[in-house]
C-alpha cells in the first residue's frame, strides 16, 4: 500500500507537460483542497483485466480517463503487432451513450491510426453486439467497445475483442495485459492519429447486421396474424434506441411504443437510479406507459444494449417482471420446439448456459436431445466455445443468468437485439396459441418442473472489503457446510481446484474448464448454491437455486411460494438474511 506522501508524489507526475490542461487543473485542485479523493484517485493503477478496463471517470491513475484508456491502447496495439505483424491490421472501435464516451472512442481511434492500422470506427454510438458483427464482417484482428454497461454514471470502461468477435481470452487476455503493464510513461502512447486511416461506418453495417438478425426470426407468418400486439421498448437513454425498433420492425411489427423521456440519449440517466435492466425501477415508466396503452410486452436494454429486461401480464393481467433466467428458459423453449416442429434438427445442435444460470435449461436441451454446454460466467467463454466447435457443431442459442442471451452465432456476445425481436415473435407465437408469454413460462413449469433462482450481492468495498471477500471464500473452502436448511450438501463444485467431490462417495473428479474463484454447493433436496466474487464490482456474490414438480398450471402460485420460502430457509441458515 502507497503512504499518502507516495501517492501526493505520483500525482504531481500528472502536473507535466504530458497531460492536458483540464487533467493538470484536476491534479492541482485534488493536491491542494481534497486528499480523500486524492488517495482514491492514485493509490493504484486502474488494472487492465481479462476483458479490459472500468473505472470512474476524471484524472489519475485509478481513473478512467484517455491516459489510461491510452496506455490500454497502446499496450494492446503492441500485443497485435506481435500476434500479427505490422502491415494489413485492423481493428473495428464502438461506444455507447455514456459521458465522454465518443472523446474516449476517438482518442482510441487516433492511437490505433497512429500505430499503424486501418481503424473502422462507427460514425456515433451503437450496440456492443454490433461491434462484434462489425469485427468479424471487416476481418478485422482486434476492436474495442467504449462502456461501462449498467454501471451508475460516473464511470466508464473498454472492453477489448479479439478476431472471431469475442471479447478477449486466453492467452491473448494475459498477452495483452502483460503488455499493458509495459508502458511506464504517457509519453509511450502515440496519441497522433492518421485521419486518412481512420474510417467511418453507420448505416451500411447496421443493414448488415440487421439482415443477420432477420435470420433469427422463426416463425414471420404469425408475426404477419399478429403484427399489432402492443410492445412498449426503451432504451433507458442508451444506444439501443439505433437498432432494435428498426429490428422491431423490420421483423413485422407495427405497434412498437416508445418512452420519449428515455429515448432520449443521455449518459447522466436522469430517469432512473440504474440504467440496469435488472432493477424494477428501471423498467417503470415502460410498465407505467404499457398500462396507458394497452400493451401486452415490455422490453429494455441496458445503456450498450447487450442486455435486456422483459416484462409481462400475468393471469390477473398485472405486469410482472421476469427475472434473466427465465427470459433464457423462454427463449431456449421457443428455439428448440421451433427446431422440432419445423424437422430443423441435423443432430448436431448445441446450446450453452453458464454454470450458475438455471438448470432448467439443461432439462428442455436434454428432452429435444440437443447438447447443453455448462461454461462460466461472462460471454466470451460463449464465444470461445462457438469458436472451437465451429464447423463441428451448430449452435443455436444460450444465454445467463445476468440478462444476456445470444440466438445464433453471427456475433460473438450477449445481444439485445436479436433477443429482443425473438421475445417479440414469442409474445405473437403465444398469442396464435391462444395465450401469453406468462402462460408458456408455466406450460414450461408443468413439463419440466418448477426452478426458482434468487442472487444476493454482499458489497465490501476497498482494500478490506477486498480482503474480506476473499477471506470468505476460505472460509468455504476450508469448513464447507456439511448440511444446508436441513438437506444435505451431496457434491461440491471448486472450479478454483477445479475438481467436483461428491460428498457421500467422497470420490473426487475433474472439472474440465478453466481455473475460476467459484464455489458451488448442491444438496439432497436438489438446492443448488453458488458463490463467487464479482469481476468487476467490489461484492461476493449468491446464487441460489430450488426447484419442485409442478402438477398443474393452478397449483403455480402456491408451488412458488413454497421454493420461495425454502430459498428464504436457505439464507437463513447461511446467516445472508
Given at each position: 500500500m502507497l503512504t499518502t506522501d507516495e501517492i501526493r508524489k505520483r500525482a504531481s507526475h500528472w502536473l507535466g507537460s504530458d497531460f492536458n490542461e483540464e487533467t493538470r487543473k484536476e491534479v492541482a485542485d485534488m493536491l491542494e483542497h481534497d486528499e480523500k479523493k486524492l488517495i482514491d484517485a492514485f493509490y493504484q493503477d486502474l488494472e487492465f483485466g481479462t476483458g479490459g478496463l472500468r473505472g470512474i471517470m476524471g484524472a489519475g491513475t485509478n481513473r478512467m480517463n484517455i491516459y489510461t484508456l491510452g496506455m490500454a491502447t497502446q499496450g494492446l496495439s503492441n500485443y497485435i503487432i506481435k500476434q500479427c505483424g505490422n502491415k494489413g491490421i485492423s481493428v473495428a472501435i464502438a461506444h455507447d451513450c455514456?459521458?465522454?464516451?465518443?472523446?474516449?472512442?476517438?482518442?482510441?481511434?487516433?492511437?490505433?491510426?497512429?500505430?499503424?492500422?486501418?481503424?473502422?470506427?462507427?460514425?456515433?454510438?451503437?450496440?456492443?453486439?454490433?461491434?462484434?458483427?462489425?469485427?468479424?464482417h471487416y476481418k478485422c484482428q482486434s476492436g474495442v467497445v467504449i462502456t461501462a454497461s449498467h454501471n451508475p454514471p460516473e464511470y466508464n470502461g473498454y472492453k477489448a475483442y479479439w478476431n472471431d468477435g469475442g471479447q478477449v481470452v486466453a492467452p491473448h487476455d494475459e498477452g495483452i495485459t502483460a503488455e499493458v503493464r509495459k508502458i511506464k510513461s504517457v509519453s509511450e502512447i502515440k496519441f497522433n492519429g492518421k485521419k486518412d486511416k481512420i474510417k467511418i461506418i453507420g448505416k451500411e453495417t447496421d443493414d448488415l447486421f440487421l439482415a443477420e438478425v432477420l435470420k433469427m426470426s422463426l416463425n414471420p407468418e404469425i408475426i404477419k396474424k399478429h403484427s399489432d400486439i402492443g410492445i412498449v421498448y426503451t432504451p433507458i437513454h442508451g444506444t439501443g434506441v439505433m437498432l432494435i425498433p428498426p429490428a422491431l420492425k423490420l421483423f413485422g411489427f407495427r405497434n412498437i411504443i416508445s418512452v420519449p423521456e428515455q429515448d432520449k440519449i443521455d449518459g447522466n440517466f436522469p430517469t432512473v437510479k440504474s440504467p440496469n435492466p435488472e432493477e424494477p425501477g428501471a423498467l417503470k415508466m415502460a410498465i407505467e406507459k404499457a398500462i396507458e396503452t394497452g400493451a401486452e410486452l415490455v422490453m429494455a436494454s441496458d445503456p450498450d444494449a447487450d442486455r435486456l429486461g422483459i416484462a409481462c401480464r400475468n393471469k390477473k393481467g398485472e405486469f410482472?417482471?421476469?427475472?434473466?433466467?427465465?427470459?433464457?428458459?423462454?427463449?431456449?423453449?421457443?428455439?428448440?420446439?421451433?427446431?422440432?416442429?419445423?424437422?430443423?434438427?441435423?443432430?448436431?445442435?448445441?446450446?450453452?448456459?453458464?454454470?450458475?444460470?438455471?438448470?432448467?435449461?439443461?432439462?428442455?436441451a436434454e428432452k429435444h436431445n440437443v447438447e447443453c454446454y455448462n461454461v462460466l460466467t461472462g460471454f466470451k467463454f460463449f464465444a470461445e466455445l462457438i469458436r472451437k466447435l465451429e464447423g463441428k457443431k451448430k449452435y443455436i442459442g444460450g444465454g445467463e443468468e445476468?440478462?444476456?442471451?445470444?440466438?445464433?452465432?453471427y456475433v460473438r456476445d450477449k445481444d439485445s437485439v436479436a433477443s429482443c425481436s425473438l421475445m417479440a415473435e414469442i409474445s405473437a407465437w403465444a398469442k396464435s396459441r391462444g395465450k401469453s408469454i406468462y402462460e408458456v413460462l408455466i406450460d414450461i413449469y408443468t413439463e419440466y418442473g418448477l426452478f426458482r433462482e434468487k442472487l444476493i450481492n454482499i458489497v465490501r468495498k476497498g482494500?478490506?472489503?477486498?480482503?474480506?471477500?476473499?477471506?470468505?471464500?476460505?472460509?468455504?473452502?476450508?469448513?464447507?457446510?456439511?448440511?444446508?436448511?436441513?438437506?444435505?450438501?451431496?457434491?461440491?463444485?471448486?472450479?478454483?481446484?477445479?475438481?467436483?467431490?461428491?460428498?457421500?462417495?467422497?470420490?473426487?473428479?475433474?472439472?474440465?474448464?478453466?481455473?475460476?474463484?467459484?464455489?458451488?454447493?448442491?444438496?439432497?433436496?436438489?438446492?443448488?448454491i453458488s458463490v463467487r466474487p464479482s469481476g468487476t464490482e467490489p461484492k461476493i456474490k449468491f446464487y441460489f437455486s430450488v426447484n419442485a414438480k409442478l402438477s398443474s398450471a393452478d397449483k403455480f402460485d402456491e408451488t412458488e411460494k413454497i421454493l420461495d420460502q425454502k430459498i428464504a430457509g436457505i439464507i437463513n441458515d447461511m446467516k445472508l438474511a
Open positions: 455514456r459521458n465522454n464516451s465518443r472523446y474516449f472512442a476517438e482518442t482510441t481511434a487516433d492511437i490505433f491510426s497512429a500505430n499503424g492500422f486501418e481503424v473502422y470506427l462507427f460514425e456515433s454510438l451503437r450496440p456492443t453486439p454490433e461491434l462484434s458483427f462489425a469485427v468479424r410482472v417482471l421476469l427475472n434473466g433466467n427465465q427470459t433464457c428458459v423462454l427463449l431456449v423453449y421457443y428455439i428448440l420446439s421451433q427446431y422440432k416442429e419445423k424437422k430443423l434438427y441435423k443432430g448436431n445442435e448445441y446450446i450453452i448456459k453458464t454454470i450458475v444460470s438455471t438448470d432448467l435449461m439443461d432439462r428442455i445476468s440478462y444476456g442471451f445470444l440466438p445464433g452465432d482494500l478490506e472489503g477486498h480482503s474480506e471477500i476473499k477471506a470468505m471464500m476460505q472460509a468455504y473452502r476450508n469448513n464447507p457446510p456439511k448440511s444446508i436448511n436441513g438437506s444435505k450438501v451431496v457434491k461440491i463444485n471448486d472450479y478454483d481446484s477445479l475438481v467436483s467431490t461428491d460428498c457421500i462417495t467422497g470420490k473426487k473428479t475433474k472439472i474440465n474448464l478453466i481455473q475460476s474463484d467459484v464455489l458451488q454447493f448442491f444438496l439432497g433436496d436438489g438446492s443448488k
